[in-house]
């Protein structure tokens, strides 16, 4: 078995454990959950959760940026 680190910011952990502890499980396995979700997810389903992750973002940026 392999293993993967991913660094969160403090936030992201927070989520995480708010969304697995509402779910009654163990912030690994939401995350396992999710992982396995997303493998087996078809293509196009996945590629269009990534454009709108994207175009979120990229809002998100901009609003920023217009702010700063």
Not at 59 to 68: D, P, Q, S
Request: glycine share 2%; aromatic share 6%.
């Amino acid at each position: 078995m392999n293993v993967v680190t991913i660094p969160l910011t403090e936030t992201q952990w927070k989520k995480l454990q708010e969304k697995a502890q509402r779910l009654r499980v163990a912030p690994e396995v939401l995350l396992r959950a999710t992982l396995e979700d997303l493998l087996t997810r078809p293509e196009e389903d996945f590629r269009r959760t990534v454009e709108y992750v994207v175009q979120k973002n990229t809002e998100l940026y901009r609003r920023l940026a217009a702010g700063a």
